[in-house]
């Protein structure tokens, strides 16, 4: 039998149950892609029954029931924590899920996810170890799975999902960290501000690479970025973003001036008021 090419090795991983069997897989497969993994872009591979593989807990609910979590209690914390290893765990998924699903990419789409999954493998990990300092594990809490459930709206379109996940959804995390890491620090718990200022740096490198592969999906149909993205979120009922923006992250991460205005422009008379930190933990996404 011949071996799997990185593809069928990325469904094979988004497949597994154990997050802790899939963090390390991940990781495995980005340095074997890295040293010349055969790579098949226009292979149409079948999706199984379990993707993705995920275990019994935590168990998932939708976002309005999963409560806010404080940093000022022992509990609150790990609760806090918890939450914010869950969207790393979705999001080395996420970024399986974009590999083995999209055919016909160029070869450097595939491998920029690849590496995507192993940060986010890394990150879930960092967090786990600090979870369980904190008296408990993944599955100890409820969570949400808002990042996942847009991920099948836009299954069928590699252009509305780089619109909709990456430089919008897991964006959010850009916008929420700093106030969170604040919180965190104020609770004393220096070490999950570390692992979030890691988290922080990569994070805006994978939001740029949605961005990159999203303009290049638009240029290849000929299509506006800008002018399209309202009706892709009206489409795929995306969630709408609410300030604070952490302008220099969105920069950094290859939002255009165009882009960054339209953003402040939409909410400039906006009178809900910025969320909670915790808040933009426990909604869709970070």
């Not at 040293?35 to 591979?45: K, V």
């Not at 993707?51 to 609760?79: I, K």
């Not at 995390?173 to 999950?192: E, N, V, Y």
Request: charged share 25%; net charge negative; glycine share 6%.
């Amino acid at each position: 039998m011949m071996p799997l090419d990185c593809r069928a090795r990325a469904l094979h991983v988004l497949c597994l149950i154990s997050p802790a069997d899939k963090a390390a897989a991940a990781q495995a497969l980005y340095l074997e892609a890295q040293n010349g993994l055969s790579l098949d872009t226009e292979a149409r591979l079948q999706r199984p029954e379990g993707v993705p593989g995920r275990p019994e807990r935590p168990r998932l609910l939708s976002a309005l029931q999963v409560p806010n979590r404080s940093p000022f209690t022992l509990e609150g914390r790990a609760a806090l924590i918890h939450a914010i290893a869950h969207i790393e765990f979705n999001a080395i998924n996420l970024a399986l899920d974009a590999v083995w699903r999209f055919a016909g990419m160029p070869r450097e789409f595939y491998l920029d996810w690849l590496r995507v999954a192993a940060e986010e493998a890394q990150h879930f990990s960092l967090l786990h170890d600090h979870l369980q300092s904190l008296g408990h594990r993944y599955g100890d809490f409820d969570a949400h799975d808002g990042l996942w459930t847009m991920a099948e709206r836009t299954a069928d379109d590699v252009l509305a999902r780089m619109a909709l996940v990456p430089r919008t959804l897991e964006a959010r995390g850009l916008d929420a960290t700093p106030p969170l890491q604040a919180k965190l620090a104020r609770a004393g718990d220096a070490r999950a501000v570390a692992i979030l200022d890691i988290i922080l740096r990569e994070e805006i490198g994978h939001v740029e690479i949605g961005n990159r592969w999203y303009r290049h999906c638009c240029r290849l149909r000929g299509l506006d970025p800008v002018a399209i993205y309202p009706g892709l979120v009206q489409h795929y009922q995306a969630p709408r973003l609410r300030p604070p923006f952490n302008l220099s992250a969105r920069g950094a991460a290859g939002f255009s001036e165009e882009e960054l205005a339209y953003l402040q422009a939409d909410f400039s008379n906006d009178r809900t008021g910025a969320p909670d930190a915790a808040q933009a933990v426990n909604g869709t996404a970070s």
